[in-house]
């Protein structure tokens, strides 16, 4: 009876994220990321026209833009990706969450003694220019997308830069990210949609 309720409460705090804890030094993975990270485009949208910019047309405007916007730049924590359909701007809160996503991803990795990595951002603001280029490429590419707004940010879920010569499995450090991004979405700081198809995590601030 006792065992049955000790499960029980492992199974009730980890609430469909993670599996519960097996064996003590045994890494447990986190699991159903789709159906866990399912925000649609609908409350990414609300969020993003809420506290984003104004579309602008093109990386002219980013100046000119309704709101300030930060440039995001590449450190040790994260690496921006080669940008093709999106320039590297965000609003100042999208950028903080960014910056409190990197840092918690690398303080969950050492306290799972594991290596360090740098996540890899691979799409934020899109201009309108740029929405209609990724249209011409990917017919079901959103006209509507949140990436508009400076609000949203994509980070890859299958890809890392190992910060020294240790290496860490992708599925380990995609576990960890996963776990960071739940803890954030559980706290109503950002939505997250799973992307199977483009390889990332598709992040929006609240």
Not at 45 to 61: D, M
Request: with cysteine; charged share 30%; net charge positive.
């Amino acid at each position: 009876m006792r065992k049955w309720v000790w499960r029980l409460f492992f199974l009730l705090a980890l609430g469909g994220g993670c599996k519960e804890p097996s064996k003590p030094g045994t890494f447990v993975y986190f699991k159903n990321y789709s159906s866990t990270f399912n925000d649609l485009n609908d409350k990414h949208l609300a969020a993003a026209k809420q506290y984003g910019i104004h579309p602008i047309a093109s990386i002219e405007e980013v100046k000119r833009a309704s709101r300030p916007l930060k440039e995001v730049a590449s450190g040790r924590r994260y690496q921006v990706d080669k940008l093709t359909h999106s320039i590297p701007y965000l609003v100042s809160e999208a950028h903080e969450l960014l910056e409190e996503i990197a840092e918690n991803f690398q303080d969950s990795l050492e306290a799972k003694h594991l290596p360090s990595h740098a996540l890899i951002v691979t799409s934020l603001l899109r201009t309108r220019a740029d929405v209609k280029k990724l249209r011409g490429k990917n017919g079901n590419a959103s006209a509507n997308s949140a990436h508009l707004f400076a609000t949203t940010f994509d980070i890859a879920h299958a890809r890392y830069k190992p910060l020294g010569r240790e290496r860490a499995s992708v599925d380990k450090l995609k576990s960890v990210l996963a776990e960071v991004l739940q803890d954030l979405r559980r706290r109503r700081r950002c939505y997250v949609r799973y992307e199977y198809k483009q390889v990332c995590f598709h992040i929006t601030v609240r």
